[in-house]
Structure formats: C-alpha cells, structure tokens
C-alpha cells in the first residue's frame, strides 16, 4: 500500500542519517514506485528478471525475495545469476529464506521424549500443519509454507545450500585448457592470491589416481588469470578423466579454517590437451550419452528355456505372464522382488510442481496428473528365446500414452543386459523412466554419478562427478514435507549388496537414478497441507530403484518464480539407454 505515514517514514530516515548509507527499500508500493530507493519486486521469473536488469521504477532493481526453498528446490539459481551478474542495474537478490521455520514437537518436549530418533537420527520437527487445530481447523499456519529454509530447523546442510555456495562463488573458473586453468576474479576488493591457495585432483573413471596443488597467481578484483596445473597423469581413451580443482581459504577465519574450500568444480580432459575441456557443471555435460558396453563374446555354459523361465548354471530368471521379473535369483539369492517390476513411472511430488501458492491457501495439486503416472500397464511381447548361445526376452510398461520398450539380453554367465526405449509425448512430463524393486539386504551401495548430495538436471552444478559409497538409508533426505528426493545425474556405474550377492550395473547412454526405502505412493498427498513428516513414513526392507533418462527440473515455482525452464524441461520423443546388470557372489 501507500500513504502519507509511508512518505514520512522515508523522510525521517533521510533527515536521521544525513550523509550515511541509509538506504531504504519498499516493495509494497507498486514494486518501488514511492518510498524507496530501489525498484524491487518478489518472485520473478528469470525472463523477468532480464527485461528489468537496467533497472526498475527508473531505480536500481532489488530482487528482495526469489528462488523460494521450500522442499525440494533451489533450481535453476545459476540462470538468474548469470543474469545479474551481466547487468547494469541490479544489486542483488535474497533467497527465501535461510532456515525452515520449523520447531521440536512441543508435545514431545512437553512429555520428556526424545527430540530425535535412535534408530534413523531423524528429528521430531513440526510445521504449522502441525498446529492447524488449534486455528480453528482452517488453515492459517499456512501449512509447511514456512519451511522453505535452504538449511533445516536444526541446522543441518542441506543440498540447497551447497548450490547456493556455488552459485554465490568471487571466481568462476572460465576454462581450461593445455594445462592451464583461466580464472576470473569476481570479488570487488580481493586480489585472488591474497585469499585462496589451489588444489586439484585427477580422477579415472571416479577414483582418484593424482592430486598437487598449483600457486595461484595475483589476480586484481575484475581481473581474469591463468594458473599452470601440473599434472602429468596420460589420459587415454579407455577411461574418464576429469581435473578437480578447489579454491580454498589461505588463512583461518572466524567462520572456517584454513584450506577451507570455497569453490571447487571439474572439467573433463581428453586425450589432446590442446582442446578446451568440457567443464562437468554446464547441465548439458549430464545430458550427453557416454560409454560402451564393450561387447560379450563367446561364453562356456548354456541356457535352458523352460516356459517363460531361463536357467543358467547358478542363475535363473523368469517372466510373468505380463512381462514383469516374476523372479531372479543368483547362487540362490533373490536379486529383485518378485513379480514388482520394472515398472512405468512418471510419478513426482514437490512442492515447486503446484499450480497454487501454499501462501494463498491453494490446494497443492501436481500439474502432471497421477494416472498411470505410479504403475501402468505391462505386456510380455516376446518370450524368452534362443539368439546364439543367449537369450533375447522382450516387454513394454507404459501409462496408456506412452510406452517403454525393454529388450533383455541374458548371457550364460548370468549377465543380463537390459535395453530400454524411453518413449516420451510431453515436456510437461514430470520423469520419464522405469523403478524396479532389489531385494532386502542390498543396502550397501557405491556408485560413479555426481554426488555426495542429491543433485537434479537445474541443481547440479555444485555436484561433483565421482565414486562414493553410502547406504540406502545414507541416501534419505529428511525434509519437514517428505518428497521425491534422492536423485543423483550423470550415472555410469552402480554396485548394490550386502545380502550375499553383488550386483554391478553398468549404463551406456544418459541415465540418473535414486535409492530409497520409501516407495512413490508415501509421497502422493498434498506436500502443503498432507502434515506428514519423515518419521511418519513407512521403511521398507527392499530397495525402490528409479532409473530416469530424465527427470524434470526442479525449478523455483513453490510461491511464483519458473515452474521450469524450457531448457530443463523433459524432451519428447523416443531416448534409449542400456544397463548391464551383473551379479556375483559376495
């Protein structure tokens, strides 16, 4: 609103602090217009953030609230900041907000429980959902709206926060190239050499096989320079290699230690130096397919066919009637649950995926109708049959509208390749792949994707390309709204076990995958108002696997902001990717 109150507030605010920086900024009033020393305006869209980048109300341009982090969130942030950083008349932006506002169960408090789980370490958080009733029934805690922090109640790091970290760097690594890393200093006063030391590591294939450190050279702020990295591991063809390097604090601060990384990103090399690697944060570097599957020569042993069955020497697997695994076992031991899956799914739940505002008391509705989106309609299109000396069996999932084709290859010794054509008609997909259930006790999982933390295809630059090893559990992300969560891109490798057998998936083409105890289901419910928490879900003893060839960006549409941006959206048409799966005896 406006007034005459407004304009004297202004007022007594200049005359209180004459000659100082008092500046003083007002959205309320037609984004600027009055009463206040910046045009400004909340939740923009990027394409609206770049028409206004001279400016707003003929005033510099505030962006006081965006990129909203409730749930899972934080997309695209990167596309406003390139913005921003291009432009002439905009100061800067504030995430909404730092922290999930929520609390400890009072109740539990009250009664002396404890505020944190033994077992899993998750904690009793609440959220105005949580106190609806004591409004009257309606809703004006606003639900989970008011956790929308890029960190927990308790503190904790999430996701979100290394992303901004990232996106927020003072040097962008602009390039690298015959052995030289370009960097370009974005502090206002700090020369580069003054603040940072430099590290890099070398990785094949995910592990590390060379680290050094290399001496950063003055860099005035504004300046762009070049720093020699001296590795001299031989890069082949046969393997991946990438170069890391950090940015780390040369002294202690108040707030971390010395050797502290500030920023650290990749790029691949290849096998000529001369040509400029490809940087692994760009989005489109996930997007591309990579590797062979090297071919499966000639094997001892054969396969026998019994009906929809196929038996080899210590191994068996068989199709139900609609094409479904009814059963895979290796030396004895299931691999897969029986007769549940692979599946068609399309199912995601977030917050940014509303069409209404949790801040207007809309109903939290996915855009991408749930029909066929969680299990769909399975065919067994061709039995198991002899090819050679292996055995080709061939099925299709799909929702009604769209359909994946899967081709198994199973060799005599227990390998079994499966290919699959991703089918997808529209970009408003929220994921276009398949999930598949792994036994119980397959809990122990190492895999080469990006990672440590959950990444997604707009939130993935502060991801790095590697081998990690972790848990299924390991892999939950306690969030105040439980939702889809867990997705790593970029995944070439993934090793599952602990129950006895060993499973080792290989992928030829691009893939991104997620592990979790909780299946889909749990998450279908309203994310604003539902009032579930994590310690409320269900724990599973199997393995729900999804395997996407893409999952639409997250975005930041969760109170206004891009739903997605075309670039993330899911592209249409048919996508085909191979995973070779190959048990073996712990």
């Given at each position: 609103?406006?007034?005459?109150?407004f304009?004297?507030?202004?007022?007594?605010?200049?005359?209180?602090?004459?000659?100082?920086?008092?500046?003083?900024?007002?959205?309320?009033?037609?984004?600027?217009?009055?009463?206040?020393?910046?045009?400004?305006?909340?939740?923009?869209?990027?394409?609206?953030?770049?028409?206004?980048?001279?400016?707003?109300?003929?005033?510099p341009?505030?962006?006081?609230?965006?990129?909203?982090?409730?749930?899972?969130?934080v997309?695209?942030?990167?596309?406003?900041?390139?913005?921003?950083?291009?432009?002439?008349?905009?100061?800067?932006?504030?995430?909404?907000?730092?922290?999930?506002q929520?609390?400890?169960?009072?109740?539990?408090?009250?009664?002396?429980?404890?505020?944190?789980?033994?077992?899993?370490?998750l904690?009793?958080y609440?959220?105005?959902?949580?106190?609806?009733?004591?409004?009257?029934?309606?809703?004006?805690?606003?639900?989970?709206?008011?956790?929308?922090?890029?960190?927990?109640?308790?503190?904790e790091?999430?996701?979100?926060?290394?992303?901004?970290?990232?996106?927020?760097?003072?040097?962008?690594?602009?390039?690298?190239?015959?052995?030289k890393?370009?960097?370009?200093?974005?502090?206002?006063?700090?020369?580069?050499?003054?603040?940072?030391?430099?590290?890099?590591?070398?990785?094949?294939?995910?592990?590390?096989?060379?680290?050094?450190?290399?001496?950063?050279?003055?860099?005035?702020?504004?300046?762009?320079?070049e720093?020699?990295?001296?590795?001299?591991?031989?890069?082949?063809?046969?393997?991946?290699?990438?170069?890391?390097?950090?940015?780390?604090?040369?002294?202690?601060?108040?707030?971390?230690?010395?050797?502290?990384?500030?920023?650290?990103?990749?790029?691949?090399?290849?096998?000529?130096?001369?040509?400029?690697?490809?940087?692994?944060?760009?989005?489109?570097?996930?997007?591309q397919?990579?590797?062979t599957?090297?071919?499966?020569?000639?094997?001892?042993?054969?396969?026998?066919?019994?009906?929809?069955?196929?038996?080899?020497?210590?191994?068996?697997?068989?199709?139900?009637?609609?094409?479904?695994?009814?059963?895979?076992?290796?030396?004895?031991?299931?691999?897969?649950?029986?007769?549940?899956?692979?599946?068609?799914?399309?199912?995601?739940?977030?917050?940014?995926?509303n069409?209404?505002?949790?801040?207007?008391?809309?109903?939290?509705?996915?855009?991408?109708?749930?029909?066929?989106?969680?299990?769909?309609?399975?065919?067994?299109?061709?039995?198991?049959?002899?090819?050679?000396?292996n055995?080709?069996?061939?099925?299709?999932?799909g929702?009604?509208?769209?359909?994946?084709?899967?081709?198994?290859?199973?060799?005599p010794?227990?390998?079994?390749?499966?290919?699959?054509?991703?089918?997808?008609?529209?970009?408003d997909?929220?994921?276009?792949?398949?999930?598949?259930?792994?036994?119980?006790?397959?809990?122990?999982?190492?895999?080469?994707?990006?990672?440590?933390?959950?990444?997604?295809?707009?939130?993935?630059?502060?991801?790095?390309?590697?081998?990690y090893?972790t848990?299924?559990?390991?892999?939950?992300?306690?969030?105040?709204?439980?939702?889809?969560?867990?997705?790593?891109?970029?995944?070439?490798?993934?090793?599952?076990?602990?129950?006895?057998?060993?499973?080792?998936?290989?992928?030829?083409?691009?893939?991104a995958?997620?592990?979790?105890?909780?299946?889909?289901?749990?998450?279908?419910?309203?994310?604003?108002?539902?009032?579930?928490?994590?310690?409320?879900l269900?724990?599973?003893?199997?393995?729900?696997?999804?395997?996407?060839?893409?999952?639409?960006?997250?975005?930041?549409?969760?109170?206004?902001?891009?739903?997605?941006?075309?670039?993330?959206?899911?592209?249409?048409?048919?996508?085909?990717?191979?995973?070779?799966?190959?048990?073996k005896?712990?």
């Amino acid at each position: 609103g406006g007034g005459q109150n407004f304009q004297a507030t202004y007022d007594c605010v200049k005359r209180l602090l004459p000659g100082r920086d008092n500046f003083v900024h007002y959205e309320g009033y037609n984004h600027g217009e009055k009463y206040s020393d910046f045009g400004s305006d909340m939740y923009p869209k990027v394409e609206t953030v770049i028409k206004q980048s001279s400016g707003l109300n003929n005033k510099p341009y505030f962006i006081c609230e965006y990129a909203h982090a409730m749930g899972q969130a934080v997309g695209n942030l990167q596309e406003y900041w390139d913005v921003i950083e291009k432009s002439t008349g905009i100061v800067g932006g504030c995430i909404w907000d730092w922290v999930d506002q929520g609390i400890y169960d009072t109740r539990r408090i009250k009664e002396n429980k404890p505020l944190i789980d033994s077992k899993t370490g998750l904690h009793y958080y609440t959220s105005g959902y949580d106190y609806t009733r004591m409004n009257r029934g309606d809703n004006g805690f606003q639900g989970d709206f008011m956790s929308n922090g890029i960190i927990t109640p308790g503190r904790e790091w999430t996701a979100k926060l290394e992303e901004v970290k990232y996106v927020y760097r003072n040097a962008d690594f602009v390039g690298f190239k015959n052995h030289k890393l370009t960097l370009k200093n974005k502090s206002a006063f700090t020369d580069l050499a003054d603040a940072y030391t430099l590290t890099y590591r070398i990785l094949a294939d995910g592990k590390e096989v060379e680290k050094g450190a290399a001496a950063v050279p003055s860099c005035k702020p504004g300046a762009t320079c070049e720093v020699d990295i001296p590795y001299t591991t031989a890069v082949s063809a046969d393997k991946e290699y990438v170069v890391e390097l950090s940015l780390n604090l040369k002294n202690n601060a108040s707030w971390a230690k010395k050797g502290y990384s500030m920023v650290a990103t990749q790029f691949k090399l290849g096998a000529d130096a001369a040509v400029a690697s490809v940087p692994v944060a760009d989005p489109t570097f996930v997007e591309q397919p990579h590797g062979t599957l090297p071919v499966i020569g000639k094997l001892k042993g054969k396969l026998k066919i019994e009906g929809r069955k196929v038996v080899g020497k210590n191994f068996a697997i068989s199709f139900a009637e609609n094409g479904t695994i009814a059963d895979w076992t290796f030396n004895g031991k299931q691999i897969v649950m029986p007769e549940a899956g692979p599946d068609f799914n399309g199912f995601r739940r977030i917050a940014n995926d509303n069409i209404s505002l949790g801040a207007t008391g809309g109903v939290a509705e996915n855009e991408n109708k749930e029909e066929g989106a969680i299990s769909g309609q399975k065919h067994l299109v061709k039995a198991p049959t002899k090819q050679g000396k292996n055995v080709v069996v061939e099925t299709t999932v799909g929702n009604g509208k769209d359909t994946h084709a899967i081709v198994y290859t199973i060799y005599p010794n227990g390998v079994v390749d499966m290919k699959v054509t991703f089918e997808n008609s529209s970009v408003d997909t929220r994921r276009v792949g398949i999930t598949m259930q792994f036994a119980p006790g397959m809990e122990n999982v190492e895999y080469y994707a990006k990672g440590p933390w959950s990444n997604y295809i707009d939130r993935q630059r502060s991801s790095m390309l590697g081998r990690y090893t972790t848990t299924v559990d390991g892999m939950f992300e306690e969030q105040s709204a439980p939702q889809t969560m867990g997705d790593r891109q970029g995944l070439r490798n993934l090793k599952l076990s602990g129950n006895g057998t060993s499973l080792d998936i290989t992928v030829e083409g691009m893939l991104a995958f997620s592990l979790s105890h909780v299946d889909d289901q749990q998450f279908n419910y309203d994310v604003f108002y539902g009032g579930k928490h994590p310690y409320d879900l269900t724990r599973s003893p199997q393995v729900f696997a999804h395997f996407d060839i893409w999952q639409r960006g997250i975005g930041n549409h969760s109170c206004g902001g891009d739903s997605c941006l075309p670039q993330y959206q899911v592209p249409t048409g048919k996508h085909v990717v191979t995973m070779r799966f190959a048990p073996k005896a712990e």
